[in-house]
């Protein structure tokens, strides 16, 4: 029981990226699935969660407008898309799972987590 993130990378200011968050062994159904960062020096924070009873995203007011969730339940993966990157958005960014749970930005009600991907946005 596992989940992958991947789609990390380089890239420059202004510039997109899309993460994958895939379930390895479990299913997406009933669930929470969110995707938090940790920046160097600063606290893990969420950034965007869907619950894949209703679809419903919920988004951070750092990154308003430019990221979009979505979940494919085909496939078990949950995707970030992300536009107009800025430097304040390099971190390590995890994905984490929680079954029968709604959305929310508290990490310990997460128990399944990714083992992160880098994003770094640099000219």
């Known amino acids: 029981v596992q989940l992958v993130e991947s789609g990390g990378g380089l890239v420059q200011p202004g510039g997109s990226l899309r993460l994958s968050c895939a379930a390895s062994?479990?299913?997406?159904?009933?669930?929470?699935i969110a995707w938090f960062r940790r920046a160097p020096g600063k606290e893990r924070e969420g950034v965007s969660c869907i619950s894949t009873d209703d679809g419903r995203p919920h988004y951070a007011n750092s990154v308003w407008g430019r990221v979009t969730i979505s979940s494919d339940t085909d496939s078990n993966t949950v995707y970030l898309q992300m536009n107009d990157l800025k430097p304040e958005d390099t971190a390590t960014y995890y994905c984490?799972?929680?079954?029968?749970?709604?959305?929310?930005?508290?990490?310990?009600?997460?128990?399944?987590w990714g083992q992160g991907t880098q994003v770094t946005v640099s000219s």
């Open positions: 062994g479990f299913t997406f159904d009933n669930s929470a």
């Open positions: 984490a799972f929680e079954r029968y749970s709604h959305c929310n930005w508290h990490e310990h009600l997460f128990h399944t």
